[in-house]
């Protein structure tokens, strides 16, 4: 009952207003669509754990944030049909050149192409009118390492 009203709550807001009565009596796991910015999130974390790993030379572990972090952009484009899928795809040679690298086991390559990639997203984010959004290849293991928090000087 809590739950429902609450459903409801999120309803008036104008958040839910396409789910049906019946459907909230029942969520499911397979109705949940995760917002972009929850999805983007996760992108941030894996960008960094990516970097990690591959400083460390742990490159199963880099390996395997790689692919979590493309199911992210993927599932980004494929939910969101506001996203230029072009967006994604320009991503493609850098993704490709991460995994090369990776492949490779070339620390120094990898470093890089992560620069590369990183770029990749502020190019999407500006394209997006979301330019305030500015990643960089992290600077430590510290949370959000990987983001600029300083207002860009202004030209
Ligand atoms: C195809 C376009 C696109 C690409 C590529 C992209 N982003 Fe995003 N990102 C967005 C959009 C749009 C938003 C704003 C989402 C919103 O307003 O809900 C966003 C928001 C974010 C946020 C803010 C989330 C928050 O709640 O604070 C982070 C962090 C982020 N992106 C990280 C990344 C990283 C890291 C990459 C690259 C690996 C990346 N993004 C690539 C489109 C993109």
Redesign the pocket.
């Known amino acids: 009952m809590k739950l429902r009203r609450w459903m409801l709550a999120l309803a008036g807001l104008g958040v839910a207003t396409a789910v049906a009565a019946q459907d909230l009596k029942s969520p499911s796991a397979d109705q949940y669509v995760p917002?972009?910015?929850d999805i983007?999130?996760a992108?941030?974390a894996r960008?960094q754990k990516l970097w990690l790993a591959g400083k460390a030379k742990n490159w199963e572990l880099a390996a395997y944030e790689l692919r979590q972090?493309k199911a992210s952009?993927v599932e980004?484009?494929l939910l969101y049909s506001g996203?230029p899928v072009g967006?994604?795809t320009t991503?493609e040679p850098s993704l490709r050149s991460v995994s090369d690298a990776i492949d490779a086991k070339d620390g120094r390559k990898f470093a890089k192409v992560l620069g590369e990639?990183t770029e990749?997203?502020n190019a999407?984010?500006r394209s997006?009118s979301?330019g305030f959004?500015v990643?960089k290849v992290p600077s430590d293991q510290q949370p959000f390492a990987n983001?600029q928090f300083a207002p860009a000087a202004r030209p």
Do not use: W
């Open positions: 917002r972009l910015g983007m999130s992108a941030q960008h972090l952009l980004a484009a996203i967006n994604v991503l990639l990749g997203c999407c984010h997006m979301r959004v990643m983001q």
